[in-house]
Structure formats: structure tokens, C-alpha cells
């Protein structure tokens, strides 16, 4: 099987619509959506429609799904997530939001080699940043690849009896082959709001057969998102932070 993976698209419809046209129907047989498709963008209902539409094999909620459906009060998040999360919940129509509620916490195991979640396996609002943080990850996974989001920061932590090594994926296109022996921890990075000073959509796939999964990063048109957030009367500064990739 062959799987598009998409987290944290945070209601930006065009960085969405950019990655799949960068990854086209016949390049990928199922999708895995790692949560986080709502909250800060101004697309909400367009994007969770979208979503829906590819009939995917699994979309677990993130932090701000869970917000933004009423299921968590959003009492952790900063003032501007705060507001985001009310303006999506107003926003959301009966039937989108009464789906985020139904959406499943991670982790949730895809076959025998993969697994996803939003934070951790361990936690799905728990932080993966530093090495610590991911060997405790490996040591809650129970499985060879364990996809996360959360952090906005595309990451590759591998593990094996010899090796223990973090790398930031770089550049347009990076493919990291599935060696038997080594386990992967790894996060694609954001669709909708990347945090890692590269503005452009991030994605992967995940080639079963081939053992190999590629991360891509695509540009979109980040004017006309920004546009969206200011006129729906969102802070600024979520429309700003697309321009920077912060
Ligand atoms: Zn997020």
C-alpha cells in the first residue's frame, strides 16, 4: 500500500489543495491524515470537506480539532489559538463539527510495519522535539514507523542496536529508504502551517512495497491563504506567520 500523509492542514485550503496536486490520485493508494486539519486558517469546513472527500484510511484528532469541536476548552492554548479555536467552532457547520467529536485519538495502528499520531504515541498532546522525547516515543511504539505531527517541524529519528540519530530533512525532496533492523520515528511536517522557516506545504508518502518513504514540501499561493485569514477577522499575525513559515 502506498499512503499520502498529510497532518496539521489547519483549515489552509490552499496549501492543501497545492499537495494534492503535487501528489496526484494515481501516485498513492490511501491517505493517513495525522490530525490538526482545523484551527488558525480560515477554511475549515472547505478543508475538513476536501478531506472527507478522499475516503481516508485513517484521520486521528489533533489538539485543535479537539478545541474546536467542544470536546477540549482549549484552557492551554496562547490568546490567538484561544480565538482561532472560538472563530472555527462558531464557523463550523452542525455536521463537520459533530465529526472532529467523533474522531479517534491517536495512536492508531495502520498494518504490521506503521503506526500514527498527533503528539506521541504515549501522549497525543505530548511534544516529540529532542531525543529524549523520542526515545520515549520508541520505547510506547509498537511499530517499525510511527508517523507524529504536532510540531510543525518535519523530523527523522531512526533507532537500531547501533545508531540512535535525529536529521531535519531538507530541500524540496528528501526519500528515506525503510531499512529492516532500524526503526523510524518521523514527522512530515505541516501541510497548513509550517514552522520550520520554509513557507511551502509539507507532505510525504509512503511507498509499503518499496520500503521507502519521500518528504516533499510544495509551494502554494500563501497570498491568497493570508488574504482568507485577515478577511475572516482572525488575528494578523496567523496570516503573517504563513509568509515566514514560523
Ligand atoms: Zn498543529
Known sequence: MRYLILSDVHANLEALDAVLGAAPRDTWDRALVLGDLVGYGADPNEVIARVRALD???????????????????????????RAAEWTYETLTDQHRVWLRN????????????????GAPFDEDAYIFDGRDA????????????LFGHTHLPVIFLHSDTRFEGTVPEGEEFTLPIETGVRYLVNPGSVGQPRDGDPRAAFAVYDGPHRSLRL??????????????????????????LGLGR
Do not use: M, W
Request: some cysteine.
Open 135 to 146: 526515545a520515549r516515543a520508541f520505547d510506547t511504539s509498537t511499530r517499525q514507523l510511527c
Open 103 to 118: 474522531l479517534p485519538a491517536g495512536p492508531v495502528v495502520i498494518d504490521e510495519t506503521l503506526e500514527i499520531c498527533h
Open 216 to 241: 516533499r514540501r510544495v509551494e502554494y499561493a500563501v497570498a491568497a491563504a493570508q488574504q482568507k485569514i485577515t478577511a475572516a477577522g482572525l488575528p494578523p499575525s496567523l496570516a503573517n506567520r
Open 56 to 82: 481516508p484510511l485513517a484521520v486521528i484528532r489533533g489538539n485543535h480539532d479537539k478545541a474546536a469541536c467542544g470536546v477540549d476548552d482549549a484552557a492551554a492554548f496562547n490568546h490567538l489559538a484561544r
